[in-house]
């Protein structure tokens, strides 16, 4: 694949690459991969740059894990392009990685220290350097102990609105996320996300499909059991009851047709309706912040589990409401303060500690950071 690249035969390359998507990942002399090559490659004329261009983005597309590749100089793909003034391959490697969310590689250093953004503020890349901001982390240090911004400000040419932006970005780093090394990271106390970390079978992929398995069933139970509570429900209101009225119920002989009541609301009454509806609620608002906090961990973007899981509770609560016996307001304001306690602490706090805990993992300045630190495997 190297010489098919070499002579430019890029018909021959996409056929090597559809064959067997492992070639790209073959190194060269200096460690140079296909997608390397073709990262530090401009063309000779537009229709040349379109096809190496969409060359690239075949090989990203067919071999994912290529981009994690790194040369003899420990650069990947993003540092060759950017070193090479390629923008136009810097934005498809760019895009690639955003929508692939794994932008984490614009950290990675090569042997210099230097992030895809020293590189762009070293070799004057405004357009790249204002796409970057956000994206990588501002307060990195190369191996000569200097930011990127550091970098930019003894440029006696930097552009001035990059620099603004810049320290804008530095600022607001230094203010929320102080930048702290591997080893200080490493000295830390673990945070209470690492701490409780088995309790939700993060570590153990078989434990983990357990866990979510149960809290599911126990989830749709509970929710199933407010819907058709013991006793069932009255059919008519006690204000249009006749002598001969009867309530549907799961034992006839448990009724109690004298006293009041609404169409509609639960027939069980008194203590062991107060029971019931708090261990039921206790069961499926901790099932369902165990499903939350164990999924939180498997996703980038959970907001949409997180969304429906809201709706979901909130649709519990409501059903609730609507069939709890009116008679005692002071038993149903406890009861709703009982759900909002729930809610909030079930969506709420793994939201948070899983927060806190990235949080954490994004301050780390190292040479090239993989994971979460747990339970990760060594590259083979």
């Known amino acids: 694949m190297h010489l098919a690249l070499e002579k430019k035969h890029y018909r021959t390359v996409r056929a090597l690459a559809t064959l067997d998507p492992k070639l790209i990942r073959v190194q060269g002399r200096g460690g140079i991969t296909p997608l390397h090559w073709v990262a530090g490659k401009k063309g000779d004329n537009k229709q040349e740059l379109e096809d190496l261009l969409e060359l690239l983005a075949e090989f990203l597309s067919t071999c994912r894990s290529s981009i994690e590749d790194l040369t003899s100089q420990c650069e990947t793909a993003v540092h060759i392009a950017i070193k090479k003034c390629n923008t136009e391959t810097f934005k498809v490697l760019f895009g690639w990685l955003k929508r692939t969310y794994m932008t984490e590689i614009l950290d990675w250093k090569d042997h210099d220290g230097n992030n895809v953004l020293h590189i762009a503020v070293s070799e004057n890349q405004p357009e790249i350097i204002k796409l970057l901001i956000g994206h990588t982390n501002i307060n990195a240090k190369n191996f000569q102990d200097e930011t990127a911004l550091e970098i930019l400000q003894a440029h006696p040419y930097g552009n001035q609105d990059v620099v603004k932006r810049l320290r804008r970005q530095k600022y607001l780093a230094r203010l929320f996320t102080p930048t702290l090394s591997l080893s200080q990271f490493f000295t830390m106390e673990l ?105 939180i961990s498997l996703m980038s973007k959970p907001f949409m589990v997180y969304f429906s899981v809201t709706i979901l509770s909130f649709a519990y609560i409501i059903s609730l409401m609507v069939e709890f016996p009116k008679q005692n307001e002071v038993a149903a304001i406890l009861l709703l303060a009982f759900f909002g306690c729930s809610l909030i602490s079930v969506l709420l706090l793994p939201w948070c500690v899983h927060g806190m805990h990235i949080g954490a993992l994004k301050r780390i300045d190292a040479t090239r950071r993989r994971g979460d630190f747990l339970g990760s495997k060594d590259p083979k």
């Open 191 to 295: 945070t209470f996300f690492e701490k409780h970390a088995s309790f939700f079978g993060i570590q153990d992929k078989s434990t983990h499909k357990i866990i979510l398995l149960v809290s599911t069933l126990i989830a749709t139970a509970t929710y199933q059991a407010a819907l058709s509570p013991p006793g069932g429900y009255w059919v008519d209101s006690s204000s249009s009851l006749s002598a001969n009225s009867t309530a549907v119920t799961a034992h006839p002989s448990g009724t109690a047709n004298g006293k009041l009541h609404q169409a509609g609301n639960m027939i069980l009454n008194g203590w062991k309706l107060y029971l019931f509806t708090v261990l039921n609620s206790t069961a499926f608002f901790t099932s369902i912040g165990t499903i939350w906090a164990t999924g």
